[in-house]
């Protein structure tokens, strides 16, 4: 993974949050949020929160009193998801690094994260902060994509890509958000951090969208993909090109695609 890989900054926040958050992630939020109700936490630490998907869904299915703490090591995006949380008295913001929580031992009761541990550069080191601000029963849930050739968007765009500049590919999605699917190298970072109840399930769900146009434009313009289009090529002509792969294969109206996720259960 680039540094480049981990910039969400100028208007990619916005864009994220408005097209790609309802297109991909909504689902597995409410997912997260239905398994971190559960658990029925009474100090709740988020992890590469990014616009507040996930802390959304939580604050709602959490009504009672309880301290939550949502970090991310982006200020822009965790800027765009204090603004979309409004007050809550429940929530606190704090940009942080996953590799260096700036938090004491034992302090949490579950930590959860939703597609964030792809994009650390150390994750046995992550996962072993993590295994420390937790309570000696906590939880940490997280999940991660899949691999690119179960996400057909993802895998769709980046194919049209890869012919419009053959000579040096974009390959952000398939190299960091669908770059950590293998259970096996999942389970062994975990133990080599110290958990040791683990469990990993797969979790298909449906992407959809009103037009191509809105899928490319999300993946080309509202991700960190879209320097690496710009370093090579025109924005735009590659969004359209994309555009017109996606068309080629949905249709042109309201299209829909298979998404997969695996959510990840573990504790010490």
Known sequence: MSDADKVFAGSIPGIYDTYFVPMIFSEYADDIARRVAALAPSALLEIAAGTGAVTRAVAAALPHDFRYVATDLNDPMLAVAARRQGEDHRISWRQADASSLPFGDAEFDAVCCQFGVMFFPDRVK???????????????????????????????ATLALGELFPDDPPRFMARTPHGYFDQAIIRADLERAGFRDITIEMRPALSRAPTPDLVAFTYCQGTPMRGEIETRGDLQAATDAVAEAIRARHGSGPVEAKIQALVITARP
């Open 126 to 156: 992550a996962y072993a902060e993590t295994k420390r601000v937790l309570k000696p029963n906590g939880t940490f849930l997280f999940n991660v994509w899949d691999r690119i050739e179960e996400n057909i968007f993802a895998h769709d």
